[in-house]
């Protein structure tokens, strides 16, 4: 997931239409117009100036709704309650730096209000692509200069050093004092910048006092009064907005605490200290706390006493509270960067610090951007050369010499560096990136970064790249690596093409990869292949072939067999002689430690058990939304000895999901009370299974910290929704059971289990995949704690389903399709007959007892690979068995509400569906017979495979059978291809598609396989594919 704050960079075509519609039906929503046709309407202009132009324009009331949900959603901001009172002013319509500097003096007039000050936005016109940006240079409306001396102090404000710098080269003429108001640089339709001295009557200033100390005011401190931001980018569906300042108004410790006492500021805390009489010798003295709370306090009754708006830290920390109560009972959530929103003041004291936050990124927003200076293209190369110069005294040229010569000779002797990436869905990419880093540590410089917070346009800069990374879904890359995809991919494009504007070279970059992954899927760990190809695209040097980990084979013993490769690679290459005591180390890496109880303690907790939603928002680091169950209802015949479930939800708040037909809807199950009952019955040593409690561990500082892998919970909650017990138990688990047994005989045959692959995969085959709780029947001396079970034990993973339906005509439901998997659990023999008894899946078994009402957590996967074509005249093929059909009913549902509408509609569906036989699990029959008569469908193919005397006809036949008709409706009409099922029929599927091409395109395999990579390429051939998951 991406966070607040992250630097953004222009929007592709498709990214602005995904963000376009997601951002007009929120607007929409709010107005409570959702779904009508004024909405349908504008989403279809929005489509068509997209498809026309790539861009389109938000009316103004979007831009204001727009700008005021990006400061709803500012995870930094404390003050977000008066969201919905901000002004916004449209100014969109200027064209050079002139209007603008008249704008920014209205805003600057209006928000100052003679002291009652206002919060305000002004929005200057959006990037556009083949169009230099609208650009303020000021980080804020009003800075104070700050002023290099020969000396290397700084007389002013330290923090705008740099800027001062550029205006001088611009030809202005600070006065060299600690309170100088800079001028605002603008610069517009890729023009130089230009300098406008702002007013004086517009940059409100006040005067600073103190209410008992009189000399404060001799320190001749003041600060202005309108906190303007300017440097930010307002994104708003999909448009990106390069100039919007905003402004609130102060909380007092924003000057008297930073502005005023950090020492990379103003620095005034023991010149204040001092005058206070206060020992500054003595930290014992509390001599910084008592400056601080003295300075901050005279910003506040200096404000007031000027009649200037300013709240104070425990006021704004009351309010924010409410605001956050408030948003989790109508969004469900509320982003919120906890380090931001405490006070530097006092923190402990005030509401927020004692508060649970979640930091998630939300659209609209604000978000930081590549700073003006930077970016611009200087049409005057003189002024390029004044800007970016910098002058050195005598002084700190021979201390810069100095410097240089002693870290020449450090490089000669340092460690390489190592850069570890990791590309994550569930955590485990993660936790392999870190116990890497964690042994390679002993002989190199090593850093372990997300890839959604890695530029790969930096690649060329590291020396040794290792990537660890999974594969979701159909060979995509995970939530937290598509931004790295995307770029590494144009990249590696770029390079093909002769196109690139990376200068330097690649040659030197040496990296590996590792993918983790399953065999049950056909794209496994495709992701980590692409990564692979196209580093070496790119010029990369590979040192080790592509690490594959199952996750249902020894993936840990795959990554620590590959880990030791590459580390004994990287040595050899590097000269490292002093390999063996880490390599001996490396053996280790992934053995399962010893479980010690001593390590951890259990520590009632002061806080009450958060929500669901929240607490499950927190372990899993997304957004959730509460659905309630509306109905079920069952799709197979009284004849099936299976099931199938059409499970309808509807949103329980005013906040509900955006989606489009395609995408995936994330549950988030529950485990079955009667397993929950027998691990309860299992734990000793505790004194009530539903009081709150945290687990500390004590770390290497023999310091006891809290282990924050689950919120604060009572052992009963956190095995009902957040521990997997309906799994059989790891072998990293069962190692954990081998250390607390108090049989002999049990510890050694745990071992044995945990330590050897085969024996563990044919003893869960023989039992019949056994629960934890079965493990516990049989190996009875094994007795649970709460801390064995929040550290070790597994969490729940999410379960990912096709949405079957279209937010058009179902605008507060979600609908799924969810096959019962069910399996046969052995508890012994009888008569040489194994007995034992029926099992559900989690989340499908779930779904099968759940009441009408019942809450479901919910959150969307995009899955812009699998949306409906943008052209509606395309023919499409849609191609599914069994549950497989689950997306399509989104696709026709959004077709039937068009054609209601009166939309014209020229796509023409044809159908190929698999499943057994016609009376027994042909779910949706009827509205596909319906489909048929209304015109949606031109025509459906079924294969039913026990119809015919036992003979089996899949999808594959009836493609073969229609092989001419799909062949001209893909190649010669430009159709695309929908897949969706399970790997094996994709894989068929897959294999007559390529058969098709070559017997009607008479064509080789080869070129077969390239025309279906290439309709791969312009998402023309979508896969949603899917494995078996409980």
């Not at 001799?218 to 440097?231: F, I, N, Q, T």
């Not at 052209?871 to 499409?876: D, E, K, Q």
């Amino acid at each position: 997931m991406s966070v607040p704050g992250q630097f953004i960079g222009q929007n592709t075509t498709p990214d602005i239409l995904r963000s376009a519609i997601e951002f007009i039906d929120l607007y929409f929503q709010h107005i409570g117009l959702n779904g009508t046709n004024e909405h349908l309407q504008r989403v279809k202009c929005i489509e068509e100036s997209i498809s026309n132009i790539g861009w389109y324009d938000l009316s103004h009331d979007e831009l204001v709704f727009g700008a005021k949900s990006a400061w709803r959603n500012a995870a930094r901001c404390i003050g977000r309650q008066q969201w919905n009172t901000l002004e916004v002013f449209d100014r969109r319509d200027i064209s050079s730096t002139t209007e603008m500097f008249e704008a920014i003096c209205k805003h600057l007039k209006f928000a100052a209000n003679n002291g009652q000050i206002r919060s305000a936005m002004t929005v200057f016109p959006a990037r556009r692509k083949g169009q230099s940006d609208f650009r303020v240079w000021n980080s804020q409306l009003i800075r104070y200069a700050g002023y290099s001396t020969e000396e290397g102090a700084v007389i002013g404000d330290p923090a705008n050093v740099e800027f001062t710098k550029i205006c001088q080269s611009l030809g202005w003429k600070g006065k060299r004092g600690m309170f100088d108001v800079l001028p605002l640089v603008l610069s517009a339709n890729g023009n130089d910048p230009e300098l406008f001295e702002i007013p004086s009557d517009l940059a409100l200033q006040v005067p600073i006092s103190h209410p008992t100390f009189d000399w404060f005011s001799e320190l001749g401190l003041k600060w202005y009064a309108v906190p303007a931001v300017s440097d930010m980018l307002f994104e708003c569906g999909g448009l990106q907005f390069p100039a919007a300042p905003f402004n609130g108004w102060y909380m007092v410790t924003e000057i008297g605490t930073r502005d005023f006492c950090d020492t990379q500021r103003y620095n005034m805390l023991e010149t204040v200290a001092k005058r206070m009489n206060l020992d500054t010798t003595d930290n014992l003295s509390f001599w910084k706390d008592k400056a601080l709370l003295e300075t901050t306090l005279a910003v506040n009754h200096s404000f007031q006493a000027a009649g200037v708006t300013i709240w104070n830290h425990h006021t704004a920390s009351d309010s924010f509270i409410k605001h956050f109560e408030q948003e989790q009972k109508i969004r469900g959530g509320c982003p919120a960067d906890w380090v931001w929103i405490v006070p530097p003041l006092s923190g402990s004291a005030t509401k927020v610090f004692h508060q649970e936050m979640v930091n998630y990124h939300l659209s609209p927003s604000l978000d930081y951007q590549v700073s003006a200076a930077e970016s611009h293209e200087w049409q005057d190369a003189n002024m390029q050369i004044q800007v970016n110069s910098r002058r050195f005294t005598f002084k700190q040229l021979v201390t810069f010499i100095i410097c240089a010569q002693y870290l020449t000779m450090k490089a000669l002797v340092k460690r390489d560096r190592v850069s570890i990436l990791f590309g994550t869905e569930t955590g485990t990419s993660e936790k392999f990136a870190l116990k890497l880093a964690e042994f390679c540590r002993n002989l190199f410089y090593v850093e372990v970064t997300s890839m959604e917070h890695y530029d790969a346009r930096r690649i060329h800069r590291e020396h040794i790249l290792l990537i660890i990374t999974s594969t979701f879904g159909n060979g995509n890359p995970p939530e937290n690596a598509k931004n790295f995809a995307r770029q590494l991919s144009l990249l590696a494009k770029s390079y093909k093409d002769g196109t690139n504007d990376i200068k330097e070279s690649f040659s030197n970059v040496r990296f590996a990869v590792f993918g983790l992954g399953s065999r049950a899927y056909q794209t496994y760990c495709k992701f980590a292949h692409d990564v692979h190809q196209h580093l070496t695209e790119i010029g990369a040097y590979s040192i080790q072939k592509v690490g594959e980990g199952d996750e249902m084979c020894k993936q840990a013993e795959s990554f620590q067999i590959w880990a030791q490769e590459v580390v004994k690679t990287i040595c050899a290459t590097s000269g490292k002689d002093d390999k063996t005591k880490l390599l001996k180390s490396l053996n280790g890496m992934i053995k399962y430690p010893e479980w010690n109880p001593k390590e951890y303690r259990i520590v009632k907790s002061h806080h009450a058990e958060p929500n669901l939603i929240k607490s499950l928002s927190i372990i899993h680091q997304k957004k959730m939304t509460p659905y309630r169950l509306l109905s079920k209802e069952e799709l197979q015949s009284a004849k099936s000895s299976r099931s199938t479930l059409l499970i309808r939800l509807e949103s329980c708040e005013e906040t509900r999901l955006s989606y489009v037909p395609g995408d995936h809807i994330i549950v988030f199950p529950s485990n079955d009370n009667t397993q929950v009952n027998k691990i309860i019955r299992k734990i000793t040593k505790l004194d009530s299974i539903d009081d709150v409690i945290e687990i500390e561990q004590i770390d290497a500082g023999l310091n006891w910290k809290k282990c924050n892998r689950l919120p604060p919970c009572s052992v009963r909650t956190a095995l009902t929704h957040f521990i997997d017990i309906s799994a059989p138990p790891t072998q990293e688990l069962l190692a954990c059971f081998a250390t607390i047994t108090s049989d002999a005989a049990e510890k050694e045959i745990l071992q044995r289990l945990s330590n050897e692959f085969n024996l563990y995969k044919e003893t869960l085959k023989a039992l019949g995949d056994p629960l934890v709780s079965d493990i516990l029947n049989i190996f009875t001396n094994i007795t649970l704690s709460a801390q064995l079970i929040f550290t070790q034990f597994p969490i729940i993973k999410p379960r990912y389903y096709s949405i079957s339906s279209c937010p058009l005509a179902y605008k507060s439901e979600v609908h799924l399709t969810v096959t019962i998997q069910e399996h046969f659990h052995i508890n012994g023999l009888k008569n040489n007959e194994q007995i034992g008894k029926r099992r559900f899946g989690l989340c499908s078994g779930w779904f099968r007892q759940m009441k009408k009402g019942n809450i479901v957590p919910v959150a969307i996967k995009r899955s812009e690979e699998f949306h409906m074509p943008l052209n509606s005249s395309s023919p499409v093929i849609l191609i599914g068995a069994g549950a497989g059909i689950a997306p399509f009913r989104g696709f026709w549902q959004s077709e039937q509400k068009a054609r209601m509408l009166g939309e014209k509609c020229q796509s023409t569906f044809t159908l190929f569906f698999g499943c057994r036989h016609p009376d027994i699990d042909y779910i949706y029959k009827d509205e596909l017979l319906a489909l048929l008569l209304s015109g949606v469908l031109d025509s459906v193919h079924v294969a039913f495979s026990q119809k015919d005397n036992g003979r089996k006809r899949h999808v594959q036949r009836e493609l073969r059978e229609q092989s001419l008709t799909v062949y001209k409706k893909l190649i010669e009409k430009g159709g695309h291809v929908y897949v969706c099922g399970g790997t094996n029929m994709a894989r068929g599927v897959r294999q007559t598609l390529l058969d098709i091409l070559q017997i009607h395109g008479r064509m080789s395999t080869k070129k077969a396989e390239e025309i279906l990579q290439w309709l791969k390429d312009e998402n023309r051939y979508h896969e949603d594919i899917f494995g078996v998951s409980r």
